[in-house]
């Protein structure tokens, strides 16, 4: 990113139904800034503010605090001038004085990852005149005792010492709480609101050794280099890297005028969304609380009310309370202020439409006028993101590309998983009743902290409530349960965001963090204990529920529709069993692009005929060992491809080192010894011989089929005869005999001359012909150099990335893992190449043998079937080269689809 030149502005002012910016410059004021600016200038009350840019945050992160404070104050200054012109007050003054938030703001929506500072401006004198202008001691009191909290937290970094200890703020109000007999914050009164205060300046003072700073604009550069330094704070890095976002991209900082919901009955504040984050539902909804502060409903500290009739309702039935008791106690916004909720359904509509797209939205209410705080586009779950854009489709709102556009193809990952099944559930016992914060189905043992997420394989994380400090082991265990928050808490948002079920505001949990325990009425449950959770219906269940496929139809047979329509390439699946063939076919494959037969060779009633053929010293010997795999691995490949009928079907031959086949333990080469009758030794020395010292780049592939010719003749015979029997059912099969490990156009020829000679020899036999190709797999750099010659006589090239990944970089995928992960931290490389397609080396020879391959044959097939073919943007790659089709494992053929459709819009 570019550093600041000097007529570049660092500073963008919005308010007042103007803006220096709009909605187009995300990357310069963060999704934030631009949405308030834009909001700004269609005539949303939005309180007035600055934001400070992404490239100021790039320029101190470079070159420091001091350079940057120098570079920006002056426009800092001048801003803060315009905020108190609007609002008719004065930063830092005793008497009238302005207070101000200061919010982080990524280009894209980060909930939680980075900081907040509320309230900032007050001290021990301008509460003073706080007091004065409202007439509301305690309203300035709470504000001010939330500030000290806030601040010290943020950019004096005093946190719980450890992950047993309470927040220390909060233990000191959970103290008085106890000592004045009350369970609500609302209940305290102004002198326990100072006595607050001044408990929290003294342990500020304790715990850092310094007095909590009583100057407004040291408070301010204070709030706002915090949020700089939060870009690269522990969760911030790990949300990046969680979703792929660049460390370069910086966040902006926005300053706002404070409003309040704290000034009593007559104010509040809510988050809500124009339809449902969860289902996708066309329903407005969200949360409010009367009397509070954004970030209590976020955090998750109080409970909120729903702000909808509809809604409230629905919690009602959910949280088993009657009617009477929801309309005394629990009343929706829409009953209890009908003009705020009106102005705020229509604000929400005209949002929406604007936008295009669903929203979430941050609000308050400061003594009945409504003040928009936030929009953005909303985290949604993989069914909501389908079912909007659909339904977007389908209202006018947005066109056929648009809606295909606005799919994250990951995110569909989320509606292939298992679901519970119907018959388990009915029998399951319910324990506890939450909200459904985050559809799905979780069954795991129960874990009560973020960093012990991967003690068990299978995880579900309990909580009173969770932190942004939590994210990582929230994206570890399989689900996520609180004891507090509602559907718009941290847990709920960022559950949603990252695909995870979760069951928010289960009241009727008991947590205890020292003891490790969860109690619910007399039950009393164990870290460890295994509990299922159903985000769809926020039931909590005892022990292990069964899971069945999920099932795939309405909007998302739509939206594969769609996707279909606009692709050039085809998808194909990576098949190894007619089961798996089935699953990829039931999600639009259109074909097997790689079937790896070696894996067939594994199972206990071969693998005995593969050793025997691997140990005989005669071609007589290895024939008689393959004549007993013949027909089982015949059979498998007329499995395959009646599972495909109709469409191609690649079948790699045998591909790994021999070694891999035979017994490496003393027992298991005892027994193989007694099993072929012959001497231990004579086990033991072929197992030596077979040995090697880089198995990856030694005997293996063609070279075995060249060394081996009956291996070759005997896959070769079985893949023509399977197809032959099945024609004679009336199945259509495509086989493509696939060569595996070329180097050289020879290697290449010899094993497709063995093939021809085997089929003649077969349809010669049976009297009958099928079809056939004959291709090669392109994963050693040097065929990818000489595809021209090997086009000559291929029917058609498949690159096997992974291996082509690991001998264009030399480095071995099994050992990895060792440094990878410390090249991606240091940024040598930006993405792990096994994952993510390396564009810029791996793609070139994908370009190259791809361009050099059609100079000798226009019409040749090309695709791909290493995980790459899964992969979003390297199906994007894919595109860019002209493949044919591309191949992936079954769960990850629907990405695929829409990731072709996009990649085909984006050319275009």
């Known amino acids: 990113m570019e550093t600041l030149t000097e007529n570049q502005l660092s500073v963008y002012s919005f308010g007042n139904k103007k803006a220096d910016g709009s909605r187009d410059m995300k990357n310069l004021l963060g999704g934030k800034g631009a949405n308030l600016a834009e909001m700004s200038r269609i005539g949303i009350p939005v309180p007035p503010g600055f934001t400070i ?19 920006i104050e002056p426009e800092v200054r001048d801003a803060i001038t315009r905020i108190e ?95 004045r007999r009350i369970e609500h914050d609302t209940q305290f009164t102004v002198q326990d609101l100072q006595d607050l205060v001044y408990d929290f300046k003294d342990i500020v003072k304790k715990r850092t050794g310094k007095p909590f700073p009583s100057n407004p604009w040291d408070q301010l550069w204070g709030a706002i280099l915090a949020v700089f330094d939060s870009w690269n704070g522990d969760r911030a890095i790990y949300y990046r890297k969680m979703h792929g976002y660049p460390e370069d991209w910086g966040t902006a900082v926005n300053v706002q005028a404070m409003v309040f919901g704290n000034m009593g009955e007559d104010s509040g504040t809510g988050v809500c969304f124009t339809r449902d984050a969860g289902t996708g539902e066309n329903k407005f909804n969200g949360e409010y609380l009367i009397n509070a502060q954004g970030e209590d409903v976020v955090a998750g500290v109080r409970t909120p009310q729903q702000i909808t009739l509809l809604g409230s309702q629905r919690w009602a039935e959910l949280a088993q309370v009657s009617e009477e008791e929801r309309a005394e106690n629990y009343p929706s916004l829409e009953e209890l202020m009908p003009n705020i909720y009106k102005e705020l359904f229509e604000y929400q509509n005209k949002l929406e439409t604007h936008y295009q797209d669903m929203q979430d939205m941050e609000f308050t209410i400061q003594q009945g006028k409504l003040w928009i705080l936030q929009t953005r586009n909303g985290k949604r779950t993989g069914a909501a993101m389908v079912k909007i854009a659909m339904d977007l489709l389908k209202e006018g709102l947005i066109d056929e590309k648009t809606a295909l556009m606005r799919i994250e193809p990951n995110k569909l990952n989320e509606l292939l998983h298992p679901i519970f099944d119907p018959d388990a559930l009915a029998e399951a016992e319910v324990i506890a009743q939450g909200l459904p914060a985050s559809p799905g189905a979780a069954t795991g043992q129960i874990v009560f902290f973020a960093d012990e997420a991967n003690k068990y394989k299978n995880s579900i994380l309990v909580r009173v409530e969770t932190s942004p400090e939590d994210v990582e082991g929230m994206n570890v265990a399989k689900g996520i349960v609180t004891a507090r928050g509602g559907m718009t808490s941290h847990a709920a948002v960022v559950a949603r965001g990252i695909g995870k079920c979760c069951v928010s505001g289960a009241g009727a949990l008991k947590i205890n963090y020292k003891t490790r325990t969860l109690k619910v009425g007399d039950h009393e449950y164990h870290e460890g204990d295994w509990i299922s959770i159903n985000g769809s219906t926020g039931n909590i269940l005892e022990g292990k529920v069964g899971t069945k496929e999920p099932e795939l139809s309405g909007e998302f047979a739509e939206l594969m529709k769609l996707s279909d329509g606009y692709a050039q390439m085809e998808v194909r699946t990576n098949a190894d069993t007619p089961k798996d063939a089935e699953i990829a076919r039931s999600f639009g494959a259109k074909g097997i692009g790689l079937t790896r037969t070696e894996h067939m060779f594994f199972e206990v009633d071969r693998i005995k005929a593969m050793r025997e053929m691997i140990l005989a010293d005669t071609v007589k010997g290895r024939k008689q060992a393959l004549k007993e795999l013949l027909p089982m691995q015949r059979g498998d490949f007329e499995g395959i491809f009646r599972a495909m009928k109709g469409y191609p079907v690649t079948v790699r031959l045998l591909d790994p080192p021999l070694h891999e086949f035979v017994p490496h333990q003393l027992a298991t080469q005892k027994e193989l010894a007694d099993d072929l009758h012959i001497s231990l030794a004579s086990v033991k020395s072929k197992v030596a011989e077979l040995e090697e010292f880089n198995p990856m780049l030694g005997h293996r592939g063609c070279r075995l089929g060249n060394t081996y010719p009956e291996i070759t003749e005997m896959q070769a015979q079985a893949i023509l005869e399977a197809a032959l029997n099945l024609k004679k059912e009336g199945i259509i099969t495509k086989p493509e005999i696939m060569v595996p490990l070329v180097g050289t156009v020879e290697e290449f020829r010899q094993q497709k001359e063995i093939i021809d000679n085997t089929a003649q020899e077969v349809f010669k036999k049976r009297k009958d012909t099928v079809e056939y190709s004959v291709g090669t797999m392109i994963e050693v750099p040097r065929a990818a150099l000489v595809a021209d010659e090997i086009a000559e006589i291929a029917d058609f090239f498949s690159f096997g990335t992974n291996d082509l990944t690991q001998m264009t970089f030399g480095y071995s995928r099994d050992d990895s893992g060792k440094f990878l992960p410390i090249y991606l931290e240091k940024g040598i490389l930006k993405a792990d190449p096994f994952e993510v397609l390396d564009q810029k080396g791996v793609g070139q020879l994908i370009e190259l043998g791809t361009k050099r391959g059609r100079s000798t044959r226009p019409d040749l097939k090309v695709g791909i079937c290493g995980e790459h073919g899964g992969e979003p943007s390297s199906v994007g790659f894919c595109q860019t080269v002209d493949m044919n089709y591309v191949s992936c494992s079954p769960y990850r053929v629907p990405i695929a689809r829409v990731a072709a459709a996009q990649a085909a819009i984006a050319q275009k």
């Open 53 to 71: 840019t992404t490239e100021v945050c790039t320029q101190y992160n470079q070159d420091g605090k001091e350079a940057v404070i120098e570079r």
């Open 85 to 179: 012109e609007t609002m008719g007050a004065t930063f830092g003054d005793d008497e009238n004085p302005l207070l101000i938030s200061v919010r982080s703001g990524a280009r894209v929506s980060m909930p939680g990852m980075m900081d907040t500072v509320l309230n900032l401006g007050l001290n021990d004198e301008s509460i003073k005149g706080v007091i004065k202008m409202t007439g509301n001691d305690r309203f300035a009191w709470d504000s001010y005792r939330r500030f000290i909290q806030m601040y010290s937290s943020v950019v004096m970094g005093l946190k719980p010492e450890s992950k047993d200890d309470l927040d220390p703020f909060e233990e000191i109000i959970d103290h008085l709480k106890d000592k």
